[in-house]
């Protein structure tokens, strides 16, 4: 992914690279974010956010992904109000919480619904869309500059604000640029200046990007691009063909562009990492149904192309085939992070996984001021085992010696090999029940040594390199971290380990578990 450095500026949260993972560093070091996002409307009072913190850390959450919307920040145009930001900030500091920052601009799911009112009053001045059945909707275009000129001066004013407050503290420690954008209802914008742009040569700047990722390109835009003879440069219609492929591939370059201009307005005043989240795209979505522009997997590379200030794209996943998204957002050197998911037990499953196997820089299920009973929710005991294990996770992040677990009926088992085992990890069947999730992570601590976090899942191992051929468990110890030390609590053997042949995690909850082997003939 491209990276610019020019604006990085190392003593405020900031991203960095080890071995092949890109981190968040907070404060010199990096930060795994264990994170919740807000319903929509709760940071939008104060009062009403009072019993939230408290509900927040019962759910182990460390980072709260809250709006702040352009309606409230400048409900009179050049007239700036801090009040919300300021108390955001303030409530989260007392509660030891971080904060990122969603900023609800031009829009949020597709629509303009958090521009003020101002600017909703004055479709002359900031144009919306008329869609193909000539209605307008309730949607700025990204071909009026009037829209994007009025969205980063607030957005500028709140970061040049948040610089201001929070630039020796790094309560915020990134910003959401924008909520799922993207036209639903038709394939693009039919504004006299969208159709102007789009009978027009499609921006040198995209080609000379596709030419230089041509061999890593998401297959829809290549074979769009090569289906109409490679071309160097022409109109859109003339690279890609006539049709809503080539309609999305238009929207996307022009929301990546509006919203890229939009960044650096921001980051002029506090360059913190930004990123954009999407809409996914269902299965079973018709034309139409869907964000058409939105950084889906498929329109990647022109996002990277047009929005080179945005510091990675985010997938909102809500759809089945979670381990599928998360592999198509780690392409070209994206960092996986992931603003929303399901709040309940699959979300709190999946979460391991993105952090096992993709280096995630974190997770933020959605809606979890919604959750009952905090204490005891899923999410809760996810959080709190990786809470205990964040100092490891974070230190062997990009070296390949971490995996992620998340296995199911349909996919009940899989290998992975380390430098000297290879590991057969399945659903856990012993004794009374099989289990039917498992889910968790490990992390190979030396050739001989793991730490596993889960539940619902047994691994045997086998030699792949010369020695003795048979391998054993030497130890298997469950345990807690303390603040980085380990605390070993029953040494497990018999039933729990199969009699020595497996290191088992039981479906029962969710453990830690230390795991040593060693080989013998
Ligand atoms: C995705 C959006 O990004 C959220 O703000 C919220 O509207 C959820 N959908 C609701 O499911």
Redesign the pocket.
């Known amino acids: 992914m491209k990276q610019e450095k020019s604006m990085q500026d190392t003593t405020i949260p900031h991203l960095r690279k080890q071995g092949n993972a890109l981190q968040l560093i907070v404060d010199g070091e990096p930060f795994l974010i264990l994170g919740g996002?807000l319903?929509?409307s709760s940071a939008s009072s104060m009062a009403y956010m009072a019993p939230i913190w408290e509900r927040m850390l019962a759910l182990n959450i460390n980072t709260v992904l809250a709006?702040v919307s352009w309606e409230l920040l400048e409900p009179e145009e050049g007239t700036f109000d801090f009040t919300l930001v300021d108390a955001l900030i303030q409530d989260a500091r007392t509660h030891n919480l971080r904060l990122i920052l969603?900023w609800f601009g031009s829009w949020?799911?597709g629509t303009s619904s958090y521009v003020p009112g101002w600017v909703k009053q004055d479709y002359h001045r900031f144009p919306r869309i008329p869609i193909r059945d000539g209605r307008s909707a309730e949607v700025l275009s990204t071909l009026a500059e009037a829209n994007w000129q009025a969205d980063a001066t607030a957005f500028a004013a709140l970061m040049q604000h948040i610089r201001t407050v929070d630039s020796t503290h790094h309560t915020v420690i990134m910003i959401q640029v924008e909520?799922?954008v993207g036209i639903q209802s038709d394939s693009r914008d039919r504004t006299p200046a969208a159709n102007a742009a789009f009978a027009g040569q499609v921006p040198q700047e995209l080609m000379e990007q596709l030419k230089e990722h041509q061999n890593e390109l998401a297959p829809e835009v290549l074979q769009s691009w090569m289906a109409h003879g490679l071309k160097a440069s022409g109109t859109w219609e003339e690279i890609f063909g006539s049709g809503p492929d080539t309609d999305e591939f238009f929207m996307a370059w022009n929301y990546a562009r509006y919203i890229d201009a939009i960044t650096v307005a921001g980051k002029n005043q506090y360059a913190l990492p930004m990123f954009v989240?999407t809409?996914l795209r269902h299965p079973t979505n018709k034309m139409g149904d869907w964000l058409h522009g939105s950084s889906l997997p498929y329109v990647f590379d022109i996002w990277l192309a047009g929005a080179p200030h945005i510091d990675f794209l985010t997938p909102?996943i809500?759809v089945p085939n979670f381990s599928e998204w998360c592999e198509r957002y780690t392409r070209r050197g994206n960092p996986l992070f992931i603003?929303?998911m399901f709040p309940d037990v699959s979300g709190a499953r999946n979460i391991f996984y993105a952090i096992g196997q993709h280096n995630a820089i974190g997770t933020s299920p959605?809606?979890v001021d919604g959750i009952e009973q905090p204490e005891t929710a899923p999410l809760s005991q996810t959080y709190a085992s990786l809470k205990q294990l964040t100092p490891l996770i974070l230190e062997h992040q990009g070296r390949n010696v971490t995996i992620g677990v998340l296995l199911d009926k349909n996919h009940s088992g899989f290998t992975w090999r380390t430098e000297q085992f290879e590991l057969n990890i399945t659903l856990d069947s012993m004794w009374r029940a099989a289990a039917e999730n498992g889910y968790g992570l490990i992390i190979a601590l030396s050739p001989d040594t793991f730490i596993g976090v889960g539940s619902g899942f047994g691994i045997s191992f086998k030699p792949i390199t010369p020695g003795p051929a048979l391998v054993g468990l030497r130890s298997v110890d469950e345990g807690t971290y303390d603040d980085g030390k380990w605390i070993p609590g029953r040494r497990l053997n018999g039933d729990e380990t199969d009699q020595g042949h497996k290191w088992r995690f039981s479906p029962s909850g969710i453990s830690i578990q230390r795991c040593t082997v060693y080989r013998y003939e």
Do not use: M, Q
Request: net charge negative; proline share 12%; charged share 30%.
């Open positions: 996002e319903h929509n709006p969603l949020k799911n909520n799922e989240n809409w909102d809500y603003p929303e959605f809606a």
